[in-house]
């Protein structure tokens, strides 16, 4: 059984909005720093947001900050990401990761070389 799966991408135009769903499993939602990330075409993967539910702590990267937002409901074990203000340079393949909670306090929830499971990824496409 998948320990990650994203849902909610889709095609917007210039200036719209999309939620993103990560499903995760019971084992693993409050014992890691759950991160959403996204990646472009020829394009390495970059960090946008992450959660640590046990706390509950969030934080942004600089490309999300006043226009996304990463929340969850407990009882479903379902992590979102609210965008809004969508750009065409948002564009790329989201996906859900999760690293060693420790990093939702630290700098090293950015890196996605040190995440240790992935979802599938869902797409998300804006055009102008």
């Known amino acids: 059984r998948a320990q990650l799966v994203e849902s909610g991408g889709d095609s917007v135009q210039d200036g719209g909005s999309l939620r993103l769903s990560c499903a995760v499993s019971?084992?693993?939602?409050?014992?890691?720093?759950i991160g959403w990330y996204r990646q472009a075409p020829a394009k390495e993967r970059e960090a946008v947001a992450a959660?640590?539910?046990?706390?509950?702590?969030?934080v942004y990267g600089a490309s999300a900050k006043g226009r996304f937002t990463v929340s969850r409901v407990n009882a479903n074990y379902t992590i979102f990401l609210r965008m809004n203000n969508l750009h065409p340079e948002d564009s790329g393949t989201y996906y859900c990761?999760?690293?060693?909670?420790?990093?939702?306090?630290?700098?090293?929830?950015?890196?996605?070389?040190?995440?240790?499971?992935w979802g599938q990824g869902t797409p998300v496409t804006v055009s102008s």
């Open positions: 959660i640590y539910t046990g706390a509950p702590r969030t």
């Open positions: 990761g999760a690293s060693p909670h420790a990093n939702c306090y630290r700098n090293d929830w950015t890196r996605p070389s040190l995440v240790e499971k």
């Open positions: 019971r084992s693993i939602y409050t014992n890691y720093c």
